[in-house]
């Protein structure tokens, strides 16, 4: 079982390091990919080596997306590939998980349109234009969607991202 986490500098050092180890805790290969190699480096100071570059992604290689927040989605929200692998996730109804400033990715893709979601306040108005109704909750499931609001709400979000993983076997 692999699951993916799409990030770049200036993460929430926490929404990336909490999720990938909780994801490892259950059993989960986790693959870290940006849009260079080398490594990543967190708003306060962590660095994580990426394994792969978004571009060498197939999406069906992986069973699970995580999106952590920070700035590192508004890094990225404006690349195709990760346009693509984020589709490639709700398409095929695979878990995805964005807290924070993670939404913005799914946004930039058109892929909240409709849902239910919650996301970090600053986003929230971002959200609603995109169509999604947003609820200011600590997580919020929406089918294959979990969102998340900020840092405190971790416990929250690895309790629903791993109760959708054990759900799917």
């Keep these: 079982m692999k699951a993916l986490i799409l990030s770049a500098d200036n993460f929430e050092d926490s929404e990336l390091l909490v999720p990938l180890y909780r994801l ?36 069906a290689d992986y069973a699970v997306l995580v999106l952590p927040g920070g700035k590192a989605p508004a890094a990225i929200r404006d690349i195709p590939a990760v346009h693509e692998i984020a589709r490639a996730f709700m398409a095929s109804n695979k878990p995805v998980a964005a807290i924070c400033h993670g939404p913005q990715i799914l946004i930039s893709a058109g892929l909240l349109k409709g849902r239910k979601a919650t996301c970090y306040e600053s986003v929230a108005p971002e959200l609603r234009d995109a169509g999604a109704s947003y609820e ?5 499931v929406d089918g294959n969607l979990i969102t998340s609001r900020k840092p405190d709400d971790l416990p929250a979000f690895c309790r629903e991202l791993t109760r959708m993983l054990k759900a799917q076997g």
């Design 24 to 59: 490892r805790e259950v059993g989960y290969s986790v693959a870290v990919a940006s849009d260079k190699g080398g490594s990543i480096h967190g708003k306060h100071g962590y660095e994580v080596p990426v394994d792969r570059v978004f571009s060498e992604l197939n999406p």
């Design 136 to 140: 200011d909750i600590e997580v919020l």
